[in-house]
T-cell receptor, first 114, second 112 residues
Framework: AQSVSQHNHHVILSEAASLELGCNYSYGGTVNLFWYVQYPGQHLQLLLKYFSGDPLVKGIKGFEAEFIKSKFSFNLRKPSVQWSDTAEYFC????????????FGGGTRLMVKP | SQTIHQWPATLVQPVGSPLSLECTVEGTSNPNLYWYRQAAGRGLQLLFYSVGIGQISSEVPQNLSASRPQDRQFILSSKKLLLSDSGFYLCALTGVGGTEAFFGQGTRLTVV
């Protein structure tokens, strides 16, 4: 079955540290890839998305993600995190050969210490 | 622009009681509709997925069911709630071709 895996369930960083959150998926074929963020007490919002073109995608708030097709990965990165980045991050994938059903990873809870 | 109306925002129900959560969408036609459950520490779990009226895919075996009586209406139901059904339920839509998801405000369900 199609799946989306986020291997880091909890990450704790100090401010100014670099961030990389892993996301791997098991779909073949054409995929659309997303990262969503949920700040404490708030609703999910879109950070960035990849449909086609440049595999390095820039999102809001200084986040970026790189689509590596050969590795079935779409890792999220930020060079220098801030305390305000404390949130839960979700990777999501839909695939043309899976009816475009949107499947989320289990989420990564990031805590940034001031 | 697309909007999703989901109600109620919070709900406290006794074990064994029925459930009906409604989600309606505006500003789009023939959307793909989803019910997700977000439980503490367990991420976002896909429960049901619908590509059209009367077409429901169930992703997780459970005592919940879903129906789509109209193109822009998606209903999550249960005949008898369990304690384990407590959680935060989100309705979402994606457009034709797999666009980004838009979410409703969610329903916090507590089964007591």
């Amino acid at each position: 079955a199609q799946s989306v895996s986020q291997h880091n369930h909890h990450v704790i960083l100090s401010e100014a540290a670099s961030l990389e959150l892993g996301c791997n998926y098991s779909y073949g074929g054409t995929v659309n890839l997303f990262w969503y963020v949920q700040y404490p007490g708030q609703h999910l919002q879109l950070l960035l998305k990849y449909f086609s073109g440049d595999p390095l995608v820039k999102g809001i708030k200084g986040f970026e993600a790189e689509f590596i097709k050969s590795k079935f990965s779409f890792n999220l990165r930020k060079p220098s995190v801030q305390w305000s980045d404390t949130a839960e991050y979700f990777c999501a994938v839909n695939a043309n050969n899976a009816g475009n059903m949107l499947t989320f990873g289990g989420g990564t809870r990031l805590m940034v210490k001031p | 622009s697309q909007t999703i109306h989901q109600w109620p925002a919070t709900l406290v129900q006794p074990v064994g009681s029925p459930l009906s959560l409604e989600c309606t969408v505006e500003g789009t036609s023939n959307p793909n509709l989803y019910w997700y459950r977000q439980a503490a520490g367990r991420g976002l779990q896909l429960l049901f997925y619908s590509v059209g009226i009367g077409q429901i895919s169930s992703e997780v075996p459970q005592n919940l069911s879903a129906s789509r009586p109209q193109d822009r209406q998606f209903i999550l139901s249960s005949k008898k709630l369990l304690l384990s059904d407590s959680g935060f339920y989100l309705c979402a839509l994606t457009g034709v071709g797999g666009t980004e998801a838009f979410f409703g405000q969610g329903t916090r369900l507590t089964v007591v």
